[in-house]
């Protein structure tokens, strides 16, 4: 009789050159399987994490707009010390007002202007210039409504100002290769920003100010 040969536990001949080459194998797919996971893992934290930013810098950038806005014009206690408060510039990009400091009690100009160069909102006032308000800015509009209802990008005259729509486009900082752009964001004024065509995420910000010292 033919007699069978079995493999025990305390066998020691070691494996097989079949069972290395599976042992192997498996191991080399369990690898790449984890590395897969990690690096998915990796992309979409990173992600995650642009979007988290740039949402937290449009959101500080319509804050601080409407916290300053909001002043356009207050004369302080006596409103016949200064007659003159109110806007100075108002256009699509750039808006600047002058207004009664209420720690100083003087006459201060604060204004916001939007660079399509560095792409960045920047704020000026009595004792800051060119202060970084936000970075990775796509654009800025500024839409006014005057005291008779009707609506503008150049609004005059600038003292029948009542209210403005900010909208402001912000981006992520890096690019996302599996990730395509292609979506168009329209603006208070009817006009629209893109399509991009580009690996960057976007959030159209917006916000109404009233004038409440107009």
Known sequence: MKRIHTRTLDDDRGLTLVELIVALALAT??????????TSYSRT??????????????????????RDLRMAGYRGPDPTSAPAAGFITANATTLSFSMVDETTNALTTVSYQYDGTSDTLRRSDGTMT??????????????????DGSQSTTP??????????????ARTDRNDRDFSNATTYTRPSGATWGPYNDGRRRRLGESVIL???M
């Open 29 to 38: 797919m369990v690898s790449l399987a984890l590395v897969s996971t990690f």
């Open 45 to 66: 934290r990173t992600v995650q994490e642009n979007v988290i930013a740039m949402q937290q810098n449009l959101r500080a950038a319509l804050y601080l707009m409407g």
């Open 130 to 147: 060119n202060e970084l308000v936000a970075e990775n800015i796509d654009g800025v509009e500024y839409y006014y409504t005057l005291s």
């Open 156 to 169: 005059t005259p600038l003292g029948n100002i009542r209210s403005v729509q900010i909208a402001i486009l």
């Open 211 to 213: 004038f409440r010292n």
